[in-house]
């Protein structure tokens, strides 16, 4: 396409931005027209990518950080014949794939992307993925605006892609100058962008980004560049090409007040259609698959559900080659060092950067991978955000706490995950496990890589007795009863991870004073074992959850939940974090806080009223 031919494309993404957001009486055109000029080059200069193959494995990646733009997106899709007039119309409307942010519903978007800050993150993870595993020669291009410069995952991933010399990964950054309420920190002065982004090891260019000819030979730089990734800093003005609006305040997150004079300002409505270039022909390695020969430990020994994690993950990798791990530089405790040393070319370290941790396998994800990402329970709440943005993107990726609760003992309460379960039951579509023993932590590994959403594995730092068979299955939305009587059983403790072992002792002091009691290990605390649940409180009409949580949004509301559909509900105690521990030993931490055996004994002598001197 020749220069003239260049802007006329990119007025046309300006009027379509425009109608767009007229037709929704909603949006973003003025964040779209300001990128336009940037958006036109790159689709129509540097952008390889087949829109009849979305899946073609050579194609390059667009991430739209700045997703409140979509109207530019979409008016790209439009321009290459993806998305025809009537579609780009229906712009925020109900059942619309235009969604007020891009999300994966589109088949040429990867990721979901609109809380600012987490598109270069994710790019990052795709880069990885072109340079170390796929070895193909797709780019990775990220748009985003200067607001979300200011947040600190956009520097995790600035200084994770230059350390790992992410040369496929170009950084667009549309500086316009004005954020939602007034000017941005920097507002023009590109220059205290590029200080920054040089000092963290990556190649800059500063452009007019309304030059396309400066643009066009920014793009051709950034792809001729090698070792260092690329960052474009084009000035911009919000709202390009409309007076009334053209770098005023006052106008972000509104349509234009008179779209048809904006429509003739800007050169009406050009039908300009165009063909992105091809991506090279080419393949990804073929990943083996095969079983998994997972790890086999004999009955009563003492094993961290930690240490089998990072031992069946392993084998997994041993028999699954797309399977990929990551961690935050706590590998040596999470274990996931197993994985480094057993498949070195698909372990990455992400250093104490828990948000480019759970972005980069979001990342790894959309390129066909199966992350596992690992790193302390409690830091993994640093990262909610891109959990919670996953589950928009329809990512699969596996969570890995470890060091969960106050059983972790003499470290104290700012190494303990005591949220995380109630963090991870509220993404949408996520599955919650949380082993006892080190044969179930194996199984349970090896079945999270077929399940879908985020998946998250709770571990313990402490060894523990092994109390199934190295053959027991134990699929999602299942348990396992560990003590029955039959209708004799007076109440049902409902435990999981380390207090099941706390339940056992319980339940055996118990029967020593005439109170039969079942026992159930909640290993899948979302989805629950709904009919075991039911089933124990029809024969004891008693529950007592045990868990090394906080009581609120745990085990404990995991089992009431059962029972919130109007039914006759059984009697129900919970047992729970409910102090601000300190440091002790595992032991002491579980008996202040009221969850070892003696707490079990106690409060189910409450619950069944009945109290048996020994």
């Known amino acids: 396409m020749d220069a003239e031919g260049l802007a006329a494309l990119a007025r046309q993404l300006r009027v379509d931005a425009v109608r767009a957001a007229d037709a929704a009486g909603s949006g973003h055109p003025t964040s779209s027209m300001s990128a336009a000029d940037l958006g036109a080059v790159l689709l129509a200069r540097h ?6 193959r979305p899946d ?15 109207p530019l997106l979409y008016a790209m899709y ?27 519903r589109l088949p040429w978007v990867d990721v979901a992307t609109g809380s600012l800050g987490q598109g270069l993150p994710v790019g990052v993870g795709m880069a990885l993925a072109g340079k170390r595993l796929d070895q193909l020669p797709y780019r990775v291009y990220v748009l985003c605006g200067d607001s979300e410069m200011a947040e600190g995952s956009v520097w995790e991933a600035v200084e994770h892609a230059a350390y790992n010399h992410l040369d496929n990964l170009t950084l667009v950054v549309d500086v316009n100058r004005l954020g939602q309420r007034g000017p941005t920190r920097h507002e023009h002065d590109l220059g205290a962008y590029q200080r920054r982004l040089h000092a963290f090891g990556w190649h800059t260019i500063e452009v007019d980004g309304h030059d396309l000819d400066a643009v066009d030979r920014a793009f051709a730089e950034a792809r001729s560049t090698v070792r260092e990734p690329t960052a474009i800093l084009a000035a ?3 709202g390009r090409g409309v007076a009334a609006v053209e770098d005023k305040e006052g106008f972000h997150g509104k349509p234009l007040k008179d779209t048809a004079e904006a429509i003739e300002e800007l050169g009406g409505r050009p039908g300009i259609r165009i063909s992105a270039q091809r991506p090279p022909d080419g393949d990804r390695p073929k990943a083996e698959r095969a ?22 993950l392993a084998a ?11 961690d935050a530089e706590v590998s040596d405790s999470t274990r996931a060092e197993f994985f480094a040393k057993a498949h070195p070319e698909r372990y990455f370290e992400c250093y104490i950067a828990e948000q480019q941790l759970v ?3 979001v990342g790894l994800q959309t390129r066909g991978y199966v992350p596992y990402a690992s790193t302390f329970a409690a830091f993994l709440t640093r990262a909610h955000d891109f959990l919670r943005m996953a589950a928009v993107s329809r990512a699969g990726i596996n969570m890995v706490g470890s060091h969960a609760g106050i059983a972790i003992g003499q470290d104290g309460p700012s190494q303990m995950g005591v949220e995380d379960l109630a963090m991870f039951r509220s993404v949408h579509g996520s599955t919650v496990l949380y082993p006892c023993d080190a044969n179930q932590t194996a199984k349970l590994v ?12 709770r571990t313990s730092r402490g060894e523990m007795p092994v109390i199934y068979g190295p053959d027991e299955e134990f699929p999602a939305g299942g348990s396992k009863v560990l003590r029955e009587h039959g209708d004799d059983d007076r109440a049902t403790v409902v435990a999981a991870g380390v207090t099941v072992h706390e339940a056992l002792k319980a339940a055996d002091l118990l029967a020593e004073y005439g109170i039969p009691v079942r026992v159930v290990d909640l290993y899948s605390v979302k989805p629950v074992d709904a009919d075991t649940l039911n089933q124990a409180a029809g024969v004891t009409g008693c529950l007592l959850t045990v868990e090394d949580h906080h009581p609120e949004g745990g085990i404990g509301d995991a089992v009431a939940e059962v029972f919130s559909d109007g039914r006759p509900a059984p009697r129900l105690t919970r047992l729970a974090v409910r102090n601000m521990p300190g440091s002790a030993t595992p032991e002491e931490q579980l008996h202040e806080a009221g969850i070892d055996a003696e707490a079990i004994v106690a409060a189910v002598k409450l619950l069944v009223e009945r109290v048996v001197a020994p």
């Open 47 to 52: 952008l390889r990518f087949d829109f009849d």
């Open 78 to 104: 439009r321009a290459v014949g993806a998305v025809d007039d009537d579609e780009l119309l229906t712009y925020r409307q109900l059942g619309s794939r235009l969604e007020g942010h891009p999300t994966p």
């Open 56 to 70: 073609h494995p050579g194609n390059d990646r667009l991430v739209l950080s700045k997703g409140h733009a979509s």
């Open 446 to 457: 090896a079945g999270m890589a077929d399940l879908e959403g985020v998946r998250y594995l």
């Open 236 to 238: 911009t003005r919000k």
């Open 291 to 312: 079983t998994p020969e997972l790890p086999r430990y004999d009955l009563g020994d003492e094993v961290a559900t930690r240490n089998a994690y990072g031992e069946a």
């Open 359 to 361: 972005a980069a396998a």
């Open 316 to 326: 997994l990798g041993s028999a699954r080659g797309e399977v990929v791990a990551l």
